[in-house]
């Protein structure tokens, strides 16, 4: 008989600690660097595209001092008297030369229009519900006047030369994450093109037997166990928001060898690969072996809930995200991380989650030792409500939510507590 060796009696190893989500995220960023290639794009073109260049402005905005009325411009002091009659010495409309203005004469007013430069002399502008004009006499002193019946402050309604944009400073930084606002202020010194980073080039993939496409499969013909696969459609989303170009290849079998196929093929000409599904500790997950046969994995399981199995590495010169497969854990996973890291591939300056403190109206009495991230919805008088089903599968409570509450591991909320909550609109652009 052949003795078998003793098994040597061991503990089995205490189960490492996960990593904190901050600590997985400064990691995850710093492997971020900035793609080096900017590109011109026209200014109409570049919402949500991050600047490549500062923006340096070659005049002040506004280039002259302006009426912000439409009214009388007027020297204060010459309507220091409640009912203080001035003669109306020039017009002036929005689009008039500011070169050459005649200069204001004593006790008189220039009829002037928003937007209109403000003559010499004049300090300060009397809006036209303030005054009556007067018909214009004749002999001496000819002409339309105006009685101004409120005496106005000096400067008031008048707007100053390069009150918004001085000449020579910069308006806005590369880095600058581009929106109907900043694509205006651009404008307003005179870009109709700008340097921006160039798109992300991700791969994308889900894996599962499971997994079947709308359209191609109905519903009543659904083989038991199989699920349609929405992943992908919101994960396609997401990523499009942020401007990246999407490789969509689909869905991958739960084999080693299709996985790494697979892996192959996305790691060609792309800089990110997002996976979903598959990266957890199943018999059927291959993705982890297979990120190591072709590269590397430098970070798998953060503590966060959902999305613990979050997984990151390399493979040649692509970056790889795998996301767990439950669809709430791959939204939310996607938004706390994925979304900072594709802002940060882009040079964005700004990519933190920012959060509000709000009170929360419901009371949560299971701490988590992970950091947890509630689907909430901010009430009328608002507070926050907490979706009934938090569980990772339920996609339904992210579109009744309209935000995520972040709650710290260890904590349990009462009604009332103040809480940090990050709103979806935040997150989803
Ligand atoms: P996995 O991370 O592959 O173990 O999957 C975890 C759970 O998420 C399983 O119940 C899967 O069926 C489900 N799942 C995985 N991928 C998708 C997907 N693309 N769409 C919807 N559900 C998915
Ligand atoms: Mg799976």
Same mark, same amino acid.
């Given at each position: 008989?052949?003795?078998?060796?003793?098994?040597?009696?061991?503990?089995?190893?205490?189960?490492?600690?996960?990593?904190?989500?901050?600590?997985?995220?400064?990691?995850?960023?710093?492997?971020?660097?900035?793609?080096?290639?900017?590109?011109?794009?026209?200014?109409?073109?570049?919402?949500?595209?991050? !600047?490549?260049?500062?923006?340096?402005?070659?005049?002040?905005?506004?280039?002259?001092?302006?009426?912000?009325?439409?009214?009388?411009?007027?020297?204060?002091?010459?309507?220091?008297?409640?009912?203080?009659?001035?003669?109306?010495?020039?017009?002036?409309?929005?689009?008039?030369?500011?070169?050459?203005? !005649?200069?204001?004469?004593?006790?008189?007013?220039?009829?002037?229009?928003?937007?209109?430069?403000?003559?010499?002399?004049? @300090?300060?502008?009397?809006?036209?519900?303030?005054?009556?004009?007067?018909?214009?006499?004749?002999?001496?002193?000819?002409?339309?006047?105006?009685?101004?019946?409120?005496?106005?402050?000096?400067?008031?309604?008048?707007?100053?030369?390069?009150? @918004?944009?001085?000449?020579?400073?910069?308006?806005?930084?590369?880095?600058?994450?581009?929106?109907?606002?900043?694509?205006?202020?651009?404008?307003?010194?005179?870009?109709?093109?700008?340097?921006?980073?160039?798109?992300?080039?991700?791969?994308?993939?889900?894996?599962?037997?499971?997994?079947?496409?709308?359209?191609?499969?109905?519903?009543?013909?659904?083989?038991?166990?199989?699920?349609?696969?929405?992943?992908?459609?919101?994960?396609?989303?997401?990523?499009?928001?942020?401007?990246?170009?999407?490789?969509?290849?689909?869905?991958?079998?739960?084999?080693?060898?299709?996985?790494?196929?697979? !892996?192959?093929?996305?790691?060609?000409?792309?800089?990110?690969?997002?996976?979903?599904?598959?990266?957890?500790?199943?018999?059927?997950?291959?993705?982890?072996?297979?990120?190591?046969?072709?590269?590397?994995?430098?970070?798998?399981?953060?503590?966060?809930?959902?999305?613990?199995?979050?997984?990151?590495?390399?493979?040649?010169?692509?970056?790889?995200?795998?996301?767990?497969?439950?669809?709430?854990?791959?939204?939310?996973?996607?938004?706390?991380?994925?979304?900072?890291?594709?802002?940060?591939?882009?040079?964005?300056?700004?990519?933190?989650?920012?959060?509000?403190?709000?009170?929360?109206?419901?009371?949560?009495?299971?701490?988590?030792?992970?950091?947890?991230?509630?689907?909430?919805?901010?009430?009328?008088?608002?507070?926050?409500?907490?979706?009934?089903?938090?569980?990772?599968?339920?996609?339904?409570?992210?579109?009744?939510?309209?935000?995520?509450?972040?709650?710290?591991?260890?904590?349990?909320?009462?009604?009332?507590?103040?809480?940090?909550?990050?709103?979806?609109?935040?997150? !989803?652009?």
């Amino acid at each position: 008989m052949n003795a078998s060796p003793a098994t040597p009696v061991s503990t089995p190893p205490a189960r490492a600690a996960l990593k904190p989500l901050d600590a997985a995220l400064d990691e995850l960023l710093a492997y971020a660097t900035a793609l080096p290639d900017a590109e011109s794009v026209l200014t109409f073109d570049a919402d949500g595209r991050v !600047l490549a260049q500062d923006l340096t402005s070659s005049l002040n905005v506004p280039a002259h001092d302006n009426s912000s009325m439409d009214g009388y411009a007027v020297r204060a002091a010459d309507c220091a008297d409640a009912a203080a009659v001035l003669q109306v010495s020039q017009r002036m409309a929005a689009g008039i030369s500011a070169n050459g203005l !005649l200069p204001l004469a004593p006790q008189s007013a220039a009829r002037i229009f928003t937007g209109a430069p403000i003559p010499p002399g004049a @300090d300060a502008v009397v809006m036209q519900e303030d005054c009556v004009a007067l018909e214009g006499t004749t002999g001496e002193g000819a002409g339309p006047r105006v009685q101004v019946k409120v005496a106005p402050q000096p400067g008031q309604w008048i707007r100053r030369r390069g009150e @918004d944009v001085a000449a020579g400073s910069v308006v806005l930084q590369r880095g600058e994450r581009l929106g109907p606002a900043s694509l205006g202020l651009a404008a307003s010194i005179g870009f109709d093109r700008l340097q921006v980073a160039r798109r992300v080039r991700v791969a994308l993939f889900s894996t599962g037997d499971e997994l079947v496409m709308p359209g191609e499969v109905l519903p009543q013909d659904m083989k038991p166990g199989a699920i349609y696969n929405s992943n992908r459609f919101f994960l396609r989303t997401l990523l499009q928001r942020l401007g990246c170009v999407v490789t969509d290849l689909g869905i991958v079998p739960d084999r080693l060898e299709a996985t790494i196929a697979a !892996l192959k093929t996305a790691s060609d000409g792309h800089d990110l690969i997002l996976t979903s599904g598959g990266v957890s500790v199943g018999e059927e997950d291959h993705i982890k072996p297979a990120v190591r046969a072709l590269g590397e994995l430098n970070l798998w399981q953060i503590a966060i809930k959902p999305g613990k199995p979050f997984a990151y590495g390399h493979i040649g010169g692509a970056h790889f995200i795998g996301l767990p497969g439950n669809p709430v854990s791959s939204f939310v996973t996607f938004l706390v991380l994925v979304r900072p890291f594709i802002l940060k591939l882009q040079g964005a300056r700004e990519v933190a989650m920012k959060s509000i403190a709000a009170p929360a109206h419901f009371t949560w009495a299971r701490a988590d030792k992970r950091r947890e991230f509630l689907r909430v919805r901010q009430n009328a008088a608002g507070g926050l409500d907490l979706f009934d089903n938090q569980s990772s599968g339920v996609l339904t409570s992210a579109v009744w939510g309209d935000g995520l509450l972040d709650n710290p591991p260890g904590r349990t909320i009462a009604h009332g507590d103040m809480v940090q909550f990050v709103p979806f609109s935040s997150l !989803l652009c």
